[in-house]
């Protein structure tokens, strides 16, 4: 049995046929790709959702030259540590590279029913095209699709944390794990670009509802080689919404260069209530 729950009334999902079908009537087909449509348009934010196209392309090439490999083995590995069965959600899961790398790990040592959810849902057909044998949605992290107490293990990567989501879907005691960008994080990329570059700022790691088990803190240069793997890397973050045409034409004249990669991936076990 699956962990979809109908978007709209909440009821559970049963696959019947090509679509996902609740008891009051509810239908969201299957697409060609695998995926299924779980997001409401009431979900939808009015500023940017999700990854374009080029984007997604752009971030899927960059990742399968190995760039960032140190975080992904770093991730299966504590992934592997703390996964003790049942099902993983990777929630803001994009084109699907970490969550297949995941699946890959945890299954050559046991099951593990995997999902991964994603508010683009161009990302989320690249994933389900990419991995057919995992469970790709379009939701969103703040509406997840997704049965109480249902998961356990949550991990997500440098995407919107909505910790009171989070909470709901985990089983008692169940395992969060996060990466996000640290201190020096692209810090060189950011010197060649910005009049005043600024480092990033991380906040405190103490999340309500959760006990911190584990953090663990990875830096790596990358050697960026081409101009075109540059642009794939700031298509990939933040500053990538907020650059002017000065700072763009900064970027199309680097060639090549080495730039810092900095993360915390930060493990977090479930409290009981009665110790929130």
């Known amino acids: 049995m699956g962990i979809y729950i109908c978007p709209v009334c909440g009821k559970p999902l049963e696959i019947a046929g090509n679509a996902y079908k609740c008891e009051k009537g509810h239908s969201f087909d299957i697409s060609r790709s695998g995926y299924v449509n779980l997001l409401l348009s009431k979900h939808i934010g009015k500023t940017v959702h999700g990854d ?14 190995g760039y960032y490999s140190p975080l992904c083995e770093a991730l299966c590995r504590t992934c592997s540590k703390y996964f003790s069965g049942g099902v993983l959600l990777d929630a ?5 590279y970490y969550t297949s790398a995941v699946a890959r790990t945890l299954r050559e040592s046991g099951s593990a029913e995997v999902y991964g959810i994603d508010i683009s849902k161009i990302a989320v057909e690249f994933a389900a095209k990419r991995s057919p044998d995992i469970n790709y949605s379009a939701a969103s992290v703040f509406h ?21 989501e ?11 794990v996060m990466a996000i960008p640290s201190t020096d994080h692209l810090w060189e990329l950011k010197q060649k670009i ?10 405190p790691f103490d999340l309500e509802g959760f ?8 830096r790596f240069t990358m ?26 034409k900064r970027l199309e004249a680097i060639e090549s260069l080495s730039v810092t990669a900095e993360f ?10 009665n110790e929130q």
């Open 52 to 65: 374009n196209k080029l984007m997604v392309r752009a971030r899927r090439e960059f990742l399968e030259k």
């Open 92 to 96: 803001g899961c994009g084109e699907g």
């Open 144 to 164: 997840l699709p997704v049965k109480e107490a249902s998961c356990g293990m949550v991990i997500t990567l440098f995407a919107p944390y909505c910790g009171e």
């Open 166 to 176: 989070f909470q709901r879907v985990l089983s008692s005691e169940g395992v969060l």
């Open 194 to 203: 910005y009049d005043i570059p600024y480092k990033n700022e991380v906040k």
């Open 211 to 218: 006990r911190l088990l584990e953090n663990e803190h990875i």
């Open 223 to 248: 050697d960026i080689a081409s101009q075109t793997d540059l642009q794939q890397l700031f298509s990939m973050t933040p500053y990538y919404y907020r650059t002017g045409p000065e700072q763009q």
């Open 264 to 273: 915390e991936l930060l493990t977090y076990r479930l409290t009981a209530k």
